[in-house]
């Protein structure tokens, strides 16, 4: 299967911008969803788990989900920093593979 | 502190064997965790290549399957990376990383810092 996102996203600081990860064939329900953030010249880290969980320290301003209807997952930023400027990467299974989304570069202006 | 290191050859012949090592520290590897291999290049993006868990238990991509060995040493807290008949498509940054959970789909929740890999004669 195939997780697509957005090229690219840009939103002004303080506001919300949401990304969109859809996926091309089996339920988006069914396996679990990670989003990673991934800054220029740095390894990725987990923003998002297991849809909607939150790992210890990233803040409250992202959040994520899942809709069946559309087959897709979303990542939420809210009240954005200069400093979530970033590429943000989806990722989700099958039996056999683990697969990651093309990736999406948010420009915070 | 988990902290992983990838270490191995920064360039590679084709056809030739690209092996990695991945040592962790701040956490023993026969903990309850999946140790994986993932690359990234401009043209591919994140893959997933394959996991190992301290039992010798393993999962690979399908598309590397034929290509790939993931091995670990526990008696050195490492684990390695072996693919075999290299072209410049392979040439990536290769990062281990290790799954937060011992069940299949568990997020990748510490990364190594990535070592870059070129295929060229």
């Known amino acids: 299967f195939i997780l697509t996102q957005p090229h690219s996203v840009s939103e002004s600081p303080g506001k919300t911008v949401t990304i969109s990860c859809t996926r091309s064939?089996?339920?988006?329900?069914?396996?679990?969803v990670q989003w990673y953030q991934q800054r220029p010249g740095s390894s990725p880290t987990t923003v998002i788990y297991?849809?909607?969980?939150?790992l210890s320290g990233v803040p409250d301003r992202f959040s994520g989900s899942i809709d069946t209807s559309s087959n897709s997952a979303s990542l939420t930023i809210s009240g954005l920093k200069t400093e979530d400027e970033a590429d943000y990467y989806c990722?989700?299974?099958?039996?056999?593979?683990?697969?990651f989304g093309g990736g999406t570069k948010l420009t915070v202006l | 502190q988990v902290h992983l290191q990838e270490s191995g050859p920064g360039l590679v012949k084709p056809s030739g064997t690209l092996s990695l090592t991945c040592a962790v520290s701040?956490?023993?590897?026969?903990?309850?965790?999946?140790w994986s291999w993932v690359r990234q290049s401009p043209g591919r993006g994140l893959e997933w290549i394959g996991e190992?868990?301290?039992?010798?238990?393993?999962n690979y991509n399908p598309s590397f399957k034929s290509r790939v060995t993931v091995s670990v040493d526990k008696s050195t807290n490492q684990f390695s990376l072996n693919l075999t008949s290299v072209t410049a498509a392979d040439t990536a940054l290769y990062y281990c990383?290790?799954?937060?959970?011992?069940?299949?789909?568990?997020?990748?929740?510490?990364w190594g810092q990535g070592a870059l890999v070129t295929v060229s004669s």
């Open positions: 990383a290790r799954a937060r959970n011992d069940w299949y789909g568990g997020t990748f929740d510490y």
């Open positions: 701040g956490v023993s590897i026969s903990s309850r965790n999946w």
């Open positions: 190992i868990y301290h039992t010798g238990s393993l």
């Open positions: 064939s089996g339920s988006i329900g069914d396996n679990y």
């Open positions: 297991e849809d909607d969980q939150r």
């Open positions: 990722q989700s299974y099958d039996t056999t593979n683990k697969v």
